[in-house]
């Protein structure tokens, strides 16, 4: 017979999945840390599914305000990671024995690219915030999560209370 904790963990793995899966399908995903860090814990009558503090801005982006220190390079990885390009930006001087450039073109095109994308967010914040946000990553996979652990939890009690019933009937 299945127990609360079985039927918790399936349900939430099965959910864990949905997302995974909500989060491929919207092109959200750039390094695949964000889906690989869904995680689900089910005991003693409790479970959890659990993701990355960022987890939030799948559905609601990113508001306006202070950024992390070194956002400028979180941006350019996440550049790297989603494959996007920028233009390479040459230099006008030209090297010489006193003086070498410290960043080849490309990655000042690069550079350039992502200090105008973090400046963006931290002024107005990312353009998923911008536009009002969604509500098709992860809230439609739990709210179905939800009713399915109802349901079958409410079929469980009921076979317990009939079981109950019948003993204390042939009793």
Known sequence: MLTVDDILRRNLEQCAEEIRQAIEASGQRASGRTQASIRVEADEGTGTVYGRQAFGTLEQGRRPGKTPRGFVSIIRQWMQDKGITAAPIPYVRQAS????????AEERGYLQMAGAIAHKIRTEGTRLYRAGGREDVYTPAIEACISRIKAEMAGLYKEEVLNDLRTIKNA
């Open 97 to 104: 024995d006193r003086w070498q450039p410290k960043y080849t």
